[in-house]
């Protein structure tokens, strides 16, 4: 069974760090491109950024690149998402995402398996 495990949220002030943690079980962590994504209640879940087997990222916009790192240790098959300079507007629930292939995919469909989320909350 894949199992997809977040850890590494929590509560942090503006200007703050985070980092998150993505433990994968139950699949080929190298064969797989691993995502994160994030939701705030009433709005749709949004692409954070992916990154495939080999190391090659993307990030949903050039801002968010700039206080966001996306990363994988394949020996460990856990990914990870550095939060930098946190801002309200951070605040959400995190997803870890998983999808066969080698293509950083962005969209909430392209994804097969989900972890159960971890939340974020960054004050003012």
């Known amino acids: 069974q894949v199992q997809l495990v977040e850890s590494g949220g929590g509560l942090v002030q503006a200007g703050g760090s985070l980092r998150l943690s993505c433990e994968a079980s139950g699949l080929t962590f190298s064969t797989h491109t691993m995502a994160w994504f994030r939701q705030v209640a009433g709005k749709e879940r949004w692409f954070v950024a992916s990154?495939?087997?080999?190391?090659?990222?993307?990030y949903d916009t050039d801002s968010l690149k700039g206080r966001f790192t996306i990363s994988r240790d394949n020996a460990k098959n856990t990914a990870y998402l550095q939060m930098d300079s946190l801002k309200p507007e951070d605040t959400a629930v995190y997803y870890c995402?998983?999808?066969?292939?080698?293509?950083?995919?962005?969209?909430?469909?392209?994804?097969?398996?989900w972890g159960q989320g971890t939340q974020v909350t960054v004050s003012s």
């Open positions: 995402a998983a999808r066969r292939g080698t293509y950083t995919h962005t969209r909430v469909q392209d994804y097969a398996y």
């Open positions: 990154i495939t087997w080999a190391g090659y990222s993307i």
